[in-house]
């Protein structure tokens, strides 16, 4: 029996997005969001575009993972239980241009983000193609827990003058919880979801007792999408995660919004930052820029308007 087996299936397939953790280079675990797509093996398809290939150059020095599903925005689902994921994976330098042999992750990407249908059309082509220059990664799961889900709650009523200057408290007042990257205590990356209160010199957090989180380099983050995954926002609060009385306390050193803060003009900025980060990633590889096969990707995405009638 594959491991994922132990967790509600139907759950996992309906989250529209997870948390995945990776090891950067100084041990800090760095969580972002992504697509995920669960293979008939047991194993999970992620891909990353060159543009934003840290994930996988930190797999290729630390192949340990984590992914937590725990934002059931846009799948359906009332009261849906978390799912983490604790694993090895596996990312192979090899550029993918087009969609062969994860042509049913590019399906599920065109269906549940109707929006990114528009990038392969002929306007769209000069300045995304960055987005289908591809990485893909494997997880093998190592660790499935099941979690109650969160109960709701809107964003903290805290006043913004009890966070004081702590780094990333305006991100983190956005959103009424965030998840936790930190560590167990041989290092490998766990998460769980929590609400951040601002306490002295850091964020107390909360976490479940099957999260053995443990001090160390830790961050807190934050994300959203709408139900068909557009308008995204995510932010990454890093720092240490410390022993506070009889809990844990999160102080912040930096924060990292690699889209942006949410502004129009940060459009722009977004697509030179992707154009420059594609490029240097050849460039260290000594590739030219290889051709997206434009007409695989456009037939995938003329399949997935013809089955919601788009």
Not at 50 to 68: C, M, P, T, Y
Not at 134 to 150: A, E, F, H, M, S
Not at 152 to 167: M, Q, T, Y
């Amino acid at each position: 029996m594959a491991l994922l087996d132990s967790a509600p299936l139907d759950v996992l397939d309906a989250y529209r997005t997870c948390e995945f953790a990776t090891l950067g280079r100084d041990g800090t675990p760095l969580a972002w969001p992504t697509a995920v797509r669960r293979r008939p093996d047991g194993t999970l398809l992620l891909s990353t575009s060159l543009a934003f290939a840290q994930k996988a150059l930190n797999i290729r020095r630390d192949g340990r993972v984590a992914l937590l599903f725990s934002d059931p925005t846009g799948s359906g689902l009332e009261k849906a239980p978390q799912i983490f994921v604790g694993g090895h994976a596996d990312c192979p330098d090899e550029i993918m241009t087009g969609p062969q042999g994860a042509e049913d992750y590019w399906r599920m990407l065109f269906e549940r983000q109707p929006h990114s249908r528009s990038y392969v059309t002929a306007p769209m082509r000069l300045v995304m193609d960055w987005y289908y220059l591809r990485l893909l990664i494997t997880v093998t799961p190592d660790q499935v827990v099941v979690r109650p889900p969160l109960p709701v709650s809107d964003v903290s009523d805290v006043p913004a003058a009890a966070a004081g200057d702590l780094v990333g408290a305006a991100q983190l007042a956005r959103f009424p919880t965030a998840v936790l990257a930190a560590r167990d205590a041989s290092g490998a990356p766990v998460l769980a979801r929590t609400r951040p209160v601002p306490a002295g010199e850091g964020f107390a957090v909360d976490v479940p007792a099957d999260c053995p989180a443990a001090p160390g380099p830790a961050a807190l983050l934050v994300h959203r999408h709408d139900e068909r995954l557009n308008h995204m926002h995510n932010a990454l609060v890093r720092g240490e995660l410390r022993e506070s009385g009889s809990g844990l306390l999160l102080v912040p050193t930096k924060v990292v919004e690699p889209m942006g803060s949410g502004r129009v003009s940060d459009a722009v900025s977004v697509l030179r930052t992707t154009k420059r980060a594609t490029d240097r990633y050849l460039h260290r590889r000594g590739l030219s820029r290889p051709q997206v096969e434009w007409r695989e990707f456009r037939a995938l995405a003329q399949e997935a308007r013809r089955r919601d009638g788009a």
